[in-house]
């Protein structure tokens, strides 16, 4: 039977999951190229050095091709991500670690709680933040199948606390403001306005500037998106199958994003924008949303990874929500190609 510990956000249930394993300075954990900073955070703060998988460019995830010739004695862990909510190729990349005797922890943060079922993992982690599946403010769960590193995270688990008091107050009213943005269906347009006020520490925001000093790494899910996480779980397993069907299609997964491979994507985003048309310019990098220096701090190699270069390059991505219609999706898609015309015109 899995163990269920709830912590702040998904990348402290990464970080507890992967403590739990023993990582730390001088070992190695196998991540895919083309993912989000929040992933790599927990391991710099453990002192592990991050090995990046290419991709597959159907399935966005971690190409089972190349895995093995990446895993080293100081492997700890291979950490196998759903992108988009497109499953990853997990009995593949399971029979690769138990091959090598390598873990591996399923990143379910695009995935719909109750609609996956585990792939061999020892543990998957969740995220609730915006943008997710299902949202329910700042939150992250740890789902342990192994029962020797449900104990070993057990009996970590009551050194965490809650946040403070005005943490809670905070993400309690951005939850509110989600709440009513999303309502109004000016929830996207919004993501610019937020990216700048957490950055000036107003709201939560979803990078640490220091990861190793960060005290979130602490702290347990707070206690108003732990009361109201089940209920937004139950609303998520009953949207799924309007979700799995909104692209014409009776898909066997539940799609978070529809990928959509594009020529020039700076242009595509510029002229979506202008046209009202949502569209996600995530992942803009192989570690995103990291270039340059922070980048190369995060231990990615340029080059290292043509799929992840070539799919942050090329791909752009349509929401899927409750509220979607497969007509929704008809027009996005039709209004793209008509942009990506103009671009070749």
């Not at 403001?177 to 999303?182: C, D, I, L, M, T």
């Not at 299609?249 to 020529?263: F, K, M, N, T």
């Not at 991505?317 to 039709?334: G, S």
Request: proline content about 8%; hydrophobic content about 40%.
């Amino acid at each position: 039977m899995s163990v269920l510990l709830h912590y702040y956000r998904g990348r402290v249930a990464l970080h507890a999951i992967l403590k739990g394993l023993g990582a730390g300075p001088g070992d190695e954990i196998v991540i895919q190229a083309y993912t989000c900073a929040a992933v790599v955070e927990p391991l710099l703060r453990l002192g592990v050095r991050p090995v990046y998988a290419d991709i597959a460019r159907d399935t966005f995830g971690i190409d089972p091709a190349g895995l093995a010739a990446l895993l080293t004695p100081r492997t700890r862990a291979i950490v196998a991500q759903h992108t988009f909510g497109i499953p990853a190729p997990m009995t593949a990349i399971t029979g690769i670690g138990r091959s090598a005797g390598v873990p591996v922890v399923e990143d379910c943060a695009h995935m719909t709680p109750g609609t996956v079922t585990p792939g061999g993992s020892v543990a998957s982690f969740w995220s609730y933040e915006w943008g997710k599946p299902v949202v329910a403010g700042v939150g992250g769960t740890a789902v342990v199948h192994d029962p020797g590193l449900a104990a070993e995270m057990r009996s970590r688990y009551h050194r965490y606390t809650s946040p403070p008091p005005l943490r809670e107050a905070m993400m309690a009213a951005e939850y509110l403001a989600y709440r009513v943005a999303s309502g109004t269906g000016m929830l996207w347009r919004l993501r610019s306005l937020h990216r700048r006020l957490s950055g000036l520490g107003v709201v939560t925001g979803s990078y640490s500037p220091d990861p190793s000093g960060s005290p979130e790494y602490g702290w347990r899910m707070s206690r108003t998106v732990r009361w109201r996480l089940p209920n937004r779980i139950d609303a998520g397993r009953m949207q799924a199958h309007h979700r799995r069907r909104v692209t014409g299609q009776d898909l066997p997964y539940v799609p978070h994003r529809i990928p959509v491979i594009v020529g020039d994507k700076q242009r595509v985003l510029r002229e979506a924008a202008k046209a009202g048309l949502e569209v996600g310019d995530w992942f803009t990098t192989p570690v995103h949303p990291l270039s340059g220096p922070d980048l190369a701090a995060a231990g990615y190699t340029p080059g290292s990874c043509p799929n992840a270069e070539w799919a942050a390059a090329h791909v752009v991505t349509l929401p899927v929500r409750p509220e979607t219609r497969h007509a929704d999706i008809q027009h996005a898609v039709a209004l793209l190609s008509r942009i990506e015309a103009s671009v070749d015109a």
